[in-house]
Each structure stands twice: as structure tokens, then as C-alpha cells.
């Protein structure tokens, strides 16, 4: 089993920025892909960035693209993201995830939450206007 846990969420003011964490824990064998994902009450989960696990490549969503900076630090088992230029429309829990790769696929990313296997419980990130 892996565990994740996510940490850097808090409410900012609209063009303020946060860099949210999440730490990997337990059965981490190899480095998996990750993902950051977020959902806003009312509405459906959305993906938000992705990072290989190898961490040469990278996928954003339009709505945060050239804001938000997805990275990783596979010696700390931490993933990142960071959140610049923070709009309204950001308000949500983010949640990070993790799915475990086989050697073949270390360059490849992942933007649907099906394609994971593990998840963290959730950092809210409220933007006020």
C-alpha cells in the first residue's frame, strides 16, 4: 500500500500564489506517475497536472496552464505543485495521486483518475476576490 499526503493548501488572495505538497509513503518500489487533480463543490473532479515518473514530462490543463508548475523530487518521495496567479476559480480540494509504472512507461503521464491507483485524502485551496 502507499499512503499520500498532501499539505500546502490555505485560503489566498486572487493573484497570490501556494506551492502544495505531497509526500509518498510506505510500498513505494519504484517511481510512479502522479497527478494532481481537484474538485470544487458542486462539480466533477478535474485534472489539473500530470508529472511521468521519471519526471521528464510533464501535462497540464488549459485553465491552469502557465500558471501552475508541476514537479517532483524522487529522493523525498514528493511530488509539487505550484500555483501562481491564483484565480477565484481555483477554489477546491486538490488531491494528489499515484500510479505505479511499469520501466517502459517512466515517460508517460496520466490525466484521468481512473489511471490511478492510489490517492491522498485532500488540501483545500480557497482564492478569495
Known amino acids: 500500500q502507499v499512503q499520500l499526503v498532501e499539505s500546502g493548501g490555505g485560503l489566498v488572495q486572487a493573484g497570490g500564489s501556494l506551492r502544495l505538497s505531497c509526500v509518498a509513503s510506505?510500498?513505494?518500489?519504484?517511481?510512479?506517475?502522479m497527478g494532481w487533480f481537484r474538485q470544487a463543490p458542486g462539480k466533477e473532479r478535474e485534472f489539473v497536472a500530470a508529472?511521468?515518473?521519471?519526471?521528464?514530462?510533464?501535462r497540464y490543463a488549459d485553465s491552469v496552464k502557465g500558471r501552475f508548475t508541476i514537479s517532483r523530487d524522487n529522493a523525498k518521495n514528493t511530488v509539487y505543485l505550484q500555483m501562481n496567479t491564483l484565480e477565484a476559480e481555483d477554489t477546491a480540494v486538490y488531491s494528489c495521486?499515484?500510479?505505479?509504472?511499469?520501466?517502459?512507461?517512466?515517460?508517460?503521464?496520466?490525466?484521468?483518475?481512473?489511471?490511478?491507483?492510489?490517492w491522498g485524502q485532500g488540501t483545500q485551496v480557497t482564492v478569495s476576490s
Open positions: 495521486a499515484s500510479r505505479t509504472v511499469p520501466y517502459f512507461q517512466r515517460n508517460n503521464y496520466f490525466d484521468t483518475p481512473a489511471s490511478y491507483n492510489y
Open positions: 510506505g510500498r513505494t518500489i519504484s517511481n510512479p506517475a
Open positions: 508529472i511521468s515518473g521519471s519526471g521528464s514530462n510533464t
